[in-house]
């Protein structure tokens, strides 16, 4: 018995585009696959804020946590830090250009979780998603 020829892997030579979309892929789901990552983010698109007030935003995040994503979402570009001077130096934080931009996404993945993914400790629908939500 032969097997046919459409249930056969697909090689990457076949398909020499596939190479770069698993990497993108895969450096999208690893800033979002690090914990806190996108509340951060989806904390800082109502505007520019300092730490304390991110942290309100944030139940259960620790200062050290906070602070060191914080760190790496700057260094990557995502975030942009206002020092404020003064006799109470402040820090604010606010999405850099490019984490404005990452915010079209988000959204779009927020909507299909809501459609497609069971809320924590409920049973998962086979129903599909009710159109015009």
């Known amino acids: 018995m032969t097997t046919p020829q459409h249930s056969q892997p697909v090689r990457q030579s076949e398909h ?20 806190w ?5 989806t904390a ?7 730490f304390a007030q991110i942290r309100e935003r944030l139940p259960g995040i620790s200062d050290r946590m906070l602070a060191q994503r914080l760190q790496e979402l700057t260094a990557i570009g995502l975030v942009a830090q206002d020092a404020q001077p003064g006799p109470s130096s402040r820090t604010r934080y606010a ?16 909507v299909w979780a809501e459609d497609h993914l069971p809320a924590s400790g409920s049973p998962a629908s086979d129903q599909p998603a009710t159109p015009g939500r």
């Open 95 to 110: 999405l850099s250009p490019h984490g404005n931009a990452f915010l079209i996404p988000l959204a779009a993945l927020f």
């Open 16 to 35: 020499p585009q596939s190479t770069d979309t698993p990497a993108a892929l895969t450096r999208a789901f690893g800033l979002l696959g690090r914990r």
């Open 37 to 41: 990552n996108g509340p951060i983010l």
């Open 44 to 50: 800082l698109a109502k505007g520019p804020t300092d």
